[in-house]
């Protein structure tokens, strides 16, 4: 992320609303929209479909990966790792759960 995309991102995390309307949006990418469309592929920030009666606008909020880009080193870490942890775990539940059926049955067959 270059500087002006980290500028961007700053801006819209002190913006007062959570969920920003898309004119409200492109008047603080300040019209570098270039950057703006980086965030949102990168998906630092959220593209949001709010109904508004009959018709869908788009809003924007900041993801959790755009509040992780200011915080310290070892708060990445621990977000990057975040989803490894948590299938490491189901793993390790799945694994004592099948080890725990297996003894069950094999004691009951004999």
Same mark, same amino acid.
């Given at each position: 992320?270059?500087?002006?995309?980290?500028?961007?991102?700053?801006?819209?995390?002190?913006?007062?609303?959570?969920?920003?309307?898309?004119?409200?949006?492109?008047?603080?990418?300040?019209?570098?929209? #270039?950057?703006?469309? @980086?965030?949102?592929?990168?998906?630092? +920030?959220?593209?949001?479909? =709010?109904?508004?009666?009959?018709? %869908?606008?788009?809003?924007?909020?900041?993801?959790?990966?755009?509040?992780?880009?200011?915080?310290?080193?070892?708060?990445?870490?621990?977000?990057? #790792?975040?989803?490894? @942890?948590?299938?490491?775990?189901?793993? +390790?539940?799945?694994?004592? =759960?099948?080890?725990?059926?297996? %003894?069950?049955?094999?004691?009951?067959?004999?």
């Amino acid at each position: 992320m270059n500087r002006k995309q980290k500028e961007i991102l700053k801006k819209v995390i002190q913006h007062k609303e959570t969920l920003i309307a898309r004119n409200v949006f492109n008047d603080i990418v300040s019209n570098d929209i #270039i950057s703006a469309n @980086i965030l949102i592929a990168s998906k630092y +920030i959220d593209e949001t479909p =709010v109904h508004i009666g009959e018709a %869908i606008h788009t809003a924007y909020r900041v993801s959790e990966k755009g509040y992780m880009a200011f915080e310290p080193f070892h708060k990445k870490i621990l977000y990057a #790792i975040k989803g490894d @942890i948590k299938t490491i775990i189901i793993a +390790i539940v799945v694994a004592v =759960v099948t080890t725990i059926i297996t %003894i069950l049955t094999t004691n009951i067959m004999k």
